[in-house]
């Protein structure tokens, strides 16, 4: 497996955008697919959306769709996580993971990072 260590992420103006990125190391050759998480506390983590690494296909969480841009650089083996006009709601905790195949659970995960959206 590899290896996620994330990135980015803080305190954020509501209105405003942020990027998180998602760092892979390791066996970075079996990533299928790469998918971002928030986890609000005391609830169960939310599914944002996804992107196959070896083409860049996305699908995304309906609800967030439009604000949200996921993105990779394989030459860089990072993945990003865009979000565009922040609200109050969108303060949590953000994962990337990672599954090696289609279908899979995503067994990987990186460390989380905080984001908190003020005003």
């Known amino acids: 497996q590899a290896q996620l260590v994330q990135s980015g992420g803080g305190l954020v103006q509501a209105g405003g955008s942020l990027r998180l990125s998602c760092k892979a190391s390791g066996r970075t050759d079996n990533i299928y697919r790469m998918a971002w998480f928030r986890q609000i506390p005391d609830r169960s983590h939310e599914f944002l959306g996804a992107i196959r690494w070896s083409d860049g296909l996305t699908l995304y969480e309906n609800s967030l769709k439009g604000r949200l841009t996921i993105s990779v650089d394989t030459s860089a083996n990072t993945a990003y996580l865009q979000i565009q006009n922040l609200k109050s709601e969108d303060t949590a905790v953000y994962f990337c993971?990672?599954?090696?195949?289609?279908?899979?659970?995503?067994?990987?995960w990186g460390q989380g990072t905080q984001v908190t959206v003020k005003g």
């Open positions: 993971a990672h599954n090696t195949a289609s279908g899979d659970s995503y067994d990987t």
